[in-house]
């Protein structure tokens, strides 16, 4: 496809920079791993920043490989394999293409894989499939496996909850000291919170970017950006990163160059980026004059259930920081407080429609979509459309059913601003 003149893809240097980093990380996490470093596999909510209290540990996230994996185009390779393996077609794809990565010896992967762990960490609060497949290798490889349980969010997080959450980080830490042999440094914790926190605050700086008429991001960047926000969390590279994105995305903006320059529809997305489709849906999209400003899956990123805010807390307990923050991402979150967070989003942003990702692999993100998206539109007055998709199978996704419906909002935002029915 032709990419219309007024769609911006240039490379920014902070998409190059991105590039690097990545690179370096799985570089890094392979040599180290190599050379003898206690190895731990989390699942994407487990508080990263523990780690940085050991000398010699490292961490790898196999949601986020499986992201990149798909990003690159190998997501229904890797899927397959899984596949011819007994594990079911409507499984996560991010655990297919895990299980097809891990037990092909890191074929076909764009980071040659992970290396072999030492310890599985996951967790309870985003879905239970995320348990099972984190138990296939316990089983495969006899390796143990840690599950957090922490309380899914109604409400606020309860007092309670948060002490229940950090005697457990206590535990992992003690299980650690002891399978490793290395002391945990609670001061060093510290440290890697406050980069996290000022990542945060320059990543949110990077996200009202969109604020601006036309929009100065598209949630399309923010997908790609979020990488190192899984990979190298704690880190001073992960906030001078963060840094330069938001500072060189603010200079575009005021220089007067936008990503949908001739943007006359902003809209919001509910639920994981469709990995395989990011250029092409982004491409198409800028032709159509219209934007995906924003999205849920990005925007909750350092933020407590139910806020669209950044958390900021304290450094001074770093433990209940951690803990007060295991409902940032939005499974977790019953109806009412994933729909306070998106109202905020669609006043802050000005939002004209919203896309609601039904996604046939994440049941725990989709599951509410379609009251949630019955009730944003009567209670924003804006109109909605729900699309299939897949986060990182390709052969679930119809690019032309999408954007039927896409299409389709598109005019009855149209419809809805020159005073017809919506
Ligand atoms: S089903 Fe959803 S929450 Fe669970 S592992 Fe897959 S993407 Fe993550």
Known sequence: M????KSRHVKTESGKRLSRMMIQSYTDLHRRAGEGAFTVWIAIIVPAELFAGFDNVVYAVPESHAAMSAGKGVGPLQCEKAERAGYSMDLCSYARIDI???FDSGKDSPSFGLPKPHLLVSNTNNCSLLVKWFDVYNRAWDVPHI????PFAYGPQR??????????????????ERMSGQRFDIEKVRAAVAHSREAGRHWKRFLACAAHRPSGITAFDSFVQMAPFLTDRGTPELAEHYRLLADETEALVASGSFPVPGERYRLLWDNIAPWHQLRNMST?????????IAASYTYCLGTLEGEYRLFEGETAEPMRYLARLQNFSVCPMGKELRKRAMKEAIRELGIDGAVFASNRSCKVYSVMQMDLMREISAECAIPCAMID???ADLRAYSEESAFLRIQALLERIDRARSGKTA
């Open 159 to 176: 007092e309670e909850d948060l002490g229940y959450i950090v005697a457990q980080l206590r535990s992992l830490i003690e299980t650690i």
């Open 147 to 150: 599950v957090l349980d922490v």
């Open 284 to 292: 198409r999209l800028a032709g159509m004059d219209a934007n995906i």
């Open 2 to 5: 032709e990419i219309p003149a």
């Open 389 to 391: 998709v897949d986060h």
């Open 100 to 102: 097809g990565t891990a």
